[in-house]
């Protein structure tokens, strides 16, 4: 019984360190523009219907608008790294010919042959 008790034990210790291993890492990630947004966010969940409409409460949103854009714009250059890693990737290396200008649909993948309409019959 004790054996049981001692493995549950350290089951549970597991699962605790890969809770604050994974907290840790999430707050590692966050950057300063995320963390600010949290703070306001934080900040006008408790406002009032007066409250939004104050100098303070515009500028807060006004603020909110601010480093929702520029955490836009963070992400638009992460992206546009990551299509660089990828458009120059082994995989568009090997094949330099080939340019894919849509997916083709054979008969097949769009339609059975006995649903098959024509634009025309439309």
């Not at 597991?14 to 947004?37: H, P, R």
């Not at 836009?72 to 890693?85: D, F, H, T, V, W």
Request: aromatic share 4%; with cysteine; charged share 35%.
């Amino acid at each position: 019984m004790e054996k049981k008790l001692n493995s549950i034990k350290l089951i549970i210790e597991d699962i605790q360190n890969e809770v604050i291993e994974k907290t840790n890492y999430l707050n590692a990630i966050k950057s300063k523009n995320i963390k600010n947004l949290e703070k306001l966010v934080d900040k006008i969940d408790m406002y009032s219907v007066h409250d939004w409409n104050t100098g303070y409460g515009i500028k807060n949103k006004k603020d909110i608008l601010n480093i929702l854009f520029e955490i836009i714009l963070e992400q638009n250059k992460r992206i546009s790294k990551l299509e660089e890693i990828i458009n120059s990737s082994s995989i568009d290396k090997s094949f330099p010919d080939i340019q894919d200008d849509g997916p083709d649909l054979h008969e097949s993948e769009c339609c059975d042959n006995n649903n098959h309409h024509d634009s025309k019959e439309l």
